[in-house]
């Protein structure tokens, strides 16, 4: 008896060992393509796994929200910097289509002012150059059609030809610009673009304004929940709330660590913390993701 791959895929921990680069790398660059800076993140394991845990860390760490008031009306403008169903269809997208016998994992790079995701190779020759320029696709031929059918019993994929439908209307609701698509003519690669709403075009760097503005809010909830706390106290909460925002799996030992502190102050610090509802924990000890809650 010999397993399949889509189980190999699936149900195993490390199916990089069967097929290599069976991974998605999120890179960040905070200081444009040019900069010395570059942030990189892997993520491995089942590719349903990988797959929900660079969303989270894409919606943890890049994502965020602007909330523009009237003084002539009681409603308030909501957008975000680029809409998460979008990111989410795309990247869903790529872990269906990308062919695992090439030596190449899904990308996730993250500029100032886009997000591009790259997988290997591009669509079949029925999806056309002008027809993706157009936003007219349809395409006939499946690749991966055990991996879309696992998927969609997950719900992280219609499978249906939706997917181009899908981002485009959540760009819109949103307001955002529309994406790009690109293949060359060999179809070696395929990428889909996103660009950044308008108005946070004037941040010079997106990824630490997000970063600076979920601290800042973090930081008044633990000082309503906390009135009594010393300053000390309140800075190392903050501290906390900073790691999980760089690094949404980090450990409680690496936050002792950082820290400087005991087993069991860390452990009073996260309770105190998920108590006043700034974060939670998704998923197990062992493989889970913090959350911040704002």
Known sequence: MKPKNVGLMFFSMEPDKFFPYTQID???FPEGLGGNDIIEKTFKGPIQQQL?????????????????????????????????????????????????????????????????????????????????????????????????DFLKELHLTEGRNTGFKKILDALEANGSPKPGF????????????????????KNENVIENVIENVIEISEKRIKEFMPKASKKKIEKAVEIIKMISENPQISIDEMRASLNVTDRTVARYIS???ESKVIERIGPDNGGVWKIRI
């Open 182 to 201: 690109e293949i060359d003519d060999d179809r070696s690669y395929f990428i889909t673009r996103f660009f950044i709403h308008s108005s946070f075009l």
């Open 52 to 148: 929900r845990e660079a969303l989270q860390y894409i919606r943890n760490l890049v994502i965020t929200e602007k909330v523009v008031k009237h003084p002539d009306r009681a409603e308030a403008d909501r957008f975000f910097n680029y809409p998460y169903a979008a990111i989410e269809e795309a990247l869903s997208n790529a872990v269906y289509h990308r062919a695992y016998d090439e030596r190449e994992p899904i990308e996730v790079r993250i500029e100032n002012d886009r997000i591009e995701v790259v997988s290997f190779p591009g669509p079949d020759r029925s999806v056309t150059i002008e027809g993706l320029k157009n936003y007219r696709v349809s395409n006939r031929r499946y690749r991966n059609r055990r991996i879309g």
């Open 272 to 274: 105190e913390l998920k």
């Open 26 to 28: 999120v890179v960040q």
